[in-house]
């Protein structure tokens, strides 16, 4: 039995990454799987696993470099309704781990939870930025985080609750496969409060990053105790390019890259910076992006 046999309608051959991914860079899947149930997620990551074939779970892309040669095995995306219902609970929200950051913060907001605006203009899915404990300086999303339903690499559904998760920065506990779902609690606080504090983060967060439009990823964690973009900026590598990828004047710890930019462009220009950082500085960095 071929792996695609009796799920042809949610598997491809040979999909094409890059316009999956914000820096829309990159070759294309040797399958890639959009499962509409929790049954067929299950059944794929059980075949991937006999016929031996790499899984990788497809978010938002906004974290994401593909290589141009493309990624082997099989990529999922859990863009599905299955995956990506928010819910209202008594005290927070209940939601897929397919479900866009951008709605489980809207949603808290305008029901008065407090703490997820101060995660807005950050990307991707929910799932993602549990994995990642994504946040700013004002707190991350596993603070508020109770349990998590996943799917571990042998295709079977857990439950994890508060005690059995761990968060650290831009760490978690949560490292199977898949982020089914997660359940927060919040603090109450009136919405109209909520919503001037995420506007006036936005229009901060706007004036120092690329716009919505560029294609453009966030490449180094910040060391402790100093931002990666100073560091760059110490060295004088603002604006450098390489190839049709440059940093951003805005911070040039963000890629942006242009037409006919390449994979390789990126990795060298990660390269170089990490390099000049660590010689003008003594500092090494840690790279945030994920290359496939």
């Known amino acids: 039995m071929g792996f695609a046999e009796g799920l042809e309608h949610v598997v491809r051959e040979n999909e094409p990454l890059a316009p999956y991914t914000r820096l829309r860079i990159g070759g ?18 059980r075949r991937a696993r006999s016929e031996d074939l790499p899984i990788r779970l497809l978010g938002g892309g906004t974290n994401l470099l593909v290589r141009d040669e493309g990624v082997p095995g099989v990529v999922i995306s859990l863009a599905a309704p299955a995956f990506c219902h928010l819910e209202t609970t008594a005290d927070g929200l209940r939601s897929g781990g397919g479900t866009k950051l951008t709605h489980l913060i809207a949603t808290a907001v305008r029901e008065g939870f407090a703490g997820p605006e101060q995660l807005v203009g950050i990307p991707g899915t929910v799932g993602g930025a549990l994995h990642a404990n994504s946040g700013t300086h004002g707190g991350d999303i596993g603070q508020w985080c109770r349990s998590a339903t ?3 690499r042998g295709g079977e559904v857990v439950r994890r609750e508060a005690d059995d998760l761990s968060f650290s920065y831009r760490q978690s506990s949560l490292n199977e496969l898949v982020i089914l ?18 506007q006036k983060l936005w229009i901060v967060k706007q004036s120092r990053q690329p716009s919505v439009g560029e294609r453009s990823a966030y490449v180094f964690r910040d060391p402790v105790g100093v931002t990666a973009t ?7 590598l603002k604006g450098t390019k390489v190839g049709a990828v440059e940093l951003c004047e805005r911070d040039p710890n963000f890629v942006v890259a242009n037409d006919r930019a390449t994979s390789s462009d990126v990795l060298r220009l ?20 994920q290359v496939w």
Do not use: K, Y
């Open 230 to 236: 100073s560091l760059i900026e110490q060295v004088g």
């Open 270 to 289: 990660i390269d170089l910076v990490r390099s000049r950082v660590e010689d003008g500085t003594g500092i090494e960095l840690t790279q945030n992006l």
């Open 28 to 45: 294309p899947a040797e399958f890639f799987a959009e499962p509409t149930s929790v049954e067929e997620l299950a059944e794929l990551v």
């Open 150 to 152: 996943v799917l571990t």
């Open 181 to 198: 779902s997660a359940d927060f609690v919040f603090e109450r606080e009136p919405s109209e409060t909520l919503t001037r504090r995420m």
